[in-house]
């Protein structure tokens, strides 16, 4: 309910209950945001060993196929996870600290949307506050894993790093790279640092 207030206060409208699933989809914009309440599955485990946070990202690709194939022949673990009822799957492949990246096929999006969640919740979506697009997404880890992440993305997806930048802390220094495909639709940046209570 807090996270739900939240996001209406940052111009976001819930649009839509998942069809088996105590699921919203809220939108704003091209921003999409699935908030999962589920008692079970990996979205409620994810949450008991971290805490409230993003535990999977869509990605659009043009070939699913192949992003699944790249990811199997780079030794990237796929994720499955049983379909309900009239559900369609949704592939994926294990990320950073055990999140998911699904692989959505490009073009393909507003049907998946319109399947997963056939309840409208709202007629006239709020205008929202100007949000348009997600600009980046951070990702924090341990500075031993940095590198092993970085390669991940680099191997994985169309994506160039940028300089790497160190920024400081109270508690201790962090470093921080991005990377970014070449229409900058998709920017991740990483964090690391080696002292575990910095901001």
């Known amino acids: 309910s807090a996270l739900g ?67 199997k022949g780079l030794g990237i673990a796929r994720f499955e996870q049983a379909v309900g009822p009239d559900e369609l799957p949704l592939p994926g492949v294990r990320g950073v600290g055990g999140s998911l990246i699904h692989f959505i096929a490009d073009g393909e999006q507003k049907t998946l949307w319109s399947h997963e969640f056939p309840t409208a919740l709202a007629d006239n979506p709020s205008k929202g506050l100007g949000l348009t697009r997600v600009d980046h997404i951070a990702q924090t880890m341990q500075y031993e894993e940095f590198l092993s992440w970085l390669l991940y993305y680099v191997a994985l997806f169309d994506v160039a790093k940028t300089p790497q930048l160190e920024i400081a802390d109270t508690l201790g220094l962090i470093q921080s790279q991005a990377v970014e495909s070449p229409d900058k639709a998709l920017r991740l940046t990483l964090n690391g640092s080696q002292a575990a209570q910095t901001l």
């Open 5 to 71: 207030r939240m996001l209406g206060a940052l111009g976001f409208s819930a649009v839509g209950e998942h069809r088996s699933k105590d699921v919203t989809r809220w939108t704003q914009g091209d921003i999409n945001i699935v908030v999962n309440r589920e008692p079970e599955g990996f979205a409620s485990s994810f949450d008991l060993v971290h805490g409230a946070s993003v535990c999977a990202i869509g990605v659009r690709v043009s070939d699913v196929d192949g992003a699944l194939g790249r990811a």
